[in-house]
């Protein structure tokens, strides 16, 4: 089993910056992708950020240019450095680390609230 922690949300004004956490314990013998996703009131959870084993990103173009995902594979975390936000950024955000094995795990969730 795979437990995901992730922290660092809140509440912070349009135009500012909040990062946020997620380390992984558990059984693990070797992560591959890790990444956060986000799911706003009434809408489906979509994806932000992944980033791989071997650092190749990948962001939602929402967010190309303001977020920077990162990882510390020593630590088994994964980082999300969010700048000049949005109202519309607004939302739970889900940490998802799959493993080498195929296996996914999800984090509990980490509500940002984004104030105009």
């Known amino acids: 089993q795979v437990q995901l922690v992730e922290s660092g949300g809140g509440l912070v004004q349009a135009g500012g910056s909040v990062r946020l956490s997620c380390a992984a314990s558990?059984?693990?013998?070797?992560?591959?992708?890790m990444g956060w996703y986000r799911q706003a009131p009434g809408k489906q959870r979509e994806l932000v950020a992944t980033?791989?084993?071997?650092?190749?990103?990948n962001y939602a173009d929402s967010v190309q240019g303001r977020h920077t995902i990162s990882r510390d594979n020593a630590k088994n975390t994964v980082y999300l450095q969010m700048n000049s936000l949005k109202p519309e950024d607004t939302a739970v955000y889900y940490c998802?680390?799959?493993?080498?094995?195929?296996?996914?795990?999800w984090g509990q969730g980490t509500q940002v609230t984004v104030s105009s």
């Open positions: 558990g059984t693990i013998f070797s992560i591959n992708t």
């Open positions: 998802r680390v799959r493993l080498r094995s195929g296996d996914a795990y």
């Open positions: 980033i791989t084993s071997g650092g190749s990103t």
